[in-house]
């Protein structure tokens, strides 16, 4: 079974931009589709972004699209997520995800592997 570990999360200041890991072992990155959901206290699991091998390119979600940035090292097995311009609305726990079927997207039911997650909170 694939593992993923985010990290990076941490305290940060409206304004400020953060750059979140997350380390894949257990199986090639390359073989896998990825992406990137956070969630916030009391509110659903939200779709931010993901890269899919079959178009080779990163699809974002609209209101993310302008400040975040999703990049994959095949090598060394790791995703990453850059925030820019953080602001309080962003505050939320991180979650990296794969699958290894082809059809993922934007549903979190459609991947089968997750992290644990890392805290992010931006204050105002």
């Known amino acids: 079974q694939v593992q993923l570990v985010e990290s990076g999360g941490g305290l940060v200041q409206a304004g400020d931009s953060l750059r979140l890991s997350c380390v894949f072992s257990?199986?090639?990155?390359?073989?896998?589709?990825m992406a990137w959901f956070r969630q916030a206290p009391g509110k659903e699991r939200v779709f931010l972004g993901g890269?899919?091998?079959?178009?080779?390119?990163?699809l974002y979600a609209d209101f993310v699209k302008a400040r975040f940035t999703i990049s994959r090292d095949n090598e060394r097995n790791i995703i990453f997520l850059q925030m820019n311009n953080l602001n309080a609305d962003d505050t939320a726990v991180y979650y990296c995800?794969?699958?290894?079927?082809?059809?993922?997207?934007?549903?979190?039911?459609?991947?089968?592997?997750w992290g644990q997650g890392t805290q992010v909170t931006v204050s105002s």
């Open positions: 995800a794969v699958s290894r079927f082809g059809r993922a997207g934007s549903d979190p039911e459609e991947y089968e592997s």
């Open positions: 257990g199986a090639s990155l390359s073989d896998y589709d």
């Open positions: 890269f899919y091998r079959i178009i080779g390119a990163t």
